[in-house]
């Protein structure tokens, strides 16, 4: 996966000068140990429109079949995804590593993953290698036959890749992550599928690099945003 921060306007001071407004109006840009305590303060009782005053533009390259759960989040998110009716996709396919669990174990809402065994991850491997050639081979003979792209498309997989901008505020993007990483200090369980996560996981070290005292009171506090 690729994710990259391209850009931001987003500081723990922002947060806080945006809260300030309320009681001191222009007069809000503390710069000091302060702004700890607020920004906490802010995010245990879930007072979250002074978040909203940030922003984070990412560049990703992720399967389709995680863009799709990515674009699933739409307040305050903006995308902009690469199209395959006005370009020729690339060649680039997702194959779970060898890592990567197999079996889903229990009922729906109540279910675990397991790695599965030696002959479920070369089926696995094999399949999704073959059929990912086979398609891109029919693909690229529909466009040598002059078929229009927003037709040849329709044979191709899901974990064929794509490329999207996502932007957000400090506010969906701490609701992004709590729902699409694994913690054991989250307060809710969250089940994201793992390709997602490795997603999230490079967002959020951006994020704790950019924001840390907004990351910090977010883990503090149960990892629920505002």
């Known amino acids: 996966m690729t994710v990259e921060l391209v850009k931001h306007s987003a500081t723990d001071a922002d947060v806080a000068a945006a809260a300030r407004v309320s009681t001191l109006g222009?007069?809000?840009?503390?710069?000091?140990a302060s702004n700890q305590g607020?920004?906490?303060?802010?995010?245990?009782?879930?007072?979250?429109?002074?978040?909203?005053h940030t922003s984070f533009t990412f560049y990703i390259e992720a399967p389709i079949f995680v863009a799709?759960?990515?674009?699933?989040?739409?307040?305050g998110w903006s995308y902009n995804e690469e199209s395959?009716?006005?370009r020729e996709l690339q060649p680039v396919f997702y194959v779970p590593a060898d890592?990567?669990?197999?079996?889903?174990?229990?009922k729906p809402a109540a279910y675990t993953f397991e790695l599965g065994?030696?002959?479920?991850?070369?089926?696995?491997?094999?399949?999704?290698?073959?059929i990912s050639q086979e398609a891109y081979s029919t693909y690229k003979r529909l466009l040598d036959l002059d078929v229009a792209r927003e037709v040849a498309r329709m044979v191709l997989p899901v974990n064929i890749y794509t490329s999207f901008y996502a932007t957000c505020n400090a506010?969906?993007?701490?609701h992004f992550l709590s729902l699409r990483t694994t913690s054991e200090y989250a307060k809710y369980p969250s089940f994201p599928q793992q390709e997602i996560e490795m997603v999230a996981s490079r967002m959020e070290d951006d994020f704790i690099l950019e924001m840390p005292l907004t990351w910090a009171a977010f883990a503090e506090n149960g990892r629920v945003a505002p």
Do not use: C, W
């Open 38 to 52: 607020l920004i906490n303060y802010l995010v245990r009782d879930r007072h979250g429109s002074p978040f909203e």
């Open 26 to 32: 222009g007069a809000t840009r503390v710069k000091d």
């Open 68 to 75: 799709r759960e990515f674009f699933r989040h739409r307040a």
């Open 84 to 86: 395959g009716r006005y």
């Open 171 to 174: 506010r969906s993007l701490m």
């Open 117 to 130: 065994t030696y002959k479920q991850h070369m089926a696995v491997t094999g399949d999704i290698r073959r």
């Open 99 to 106: 890592g990567r669990p197999l079996r889903q174990v229990g």
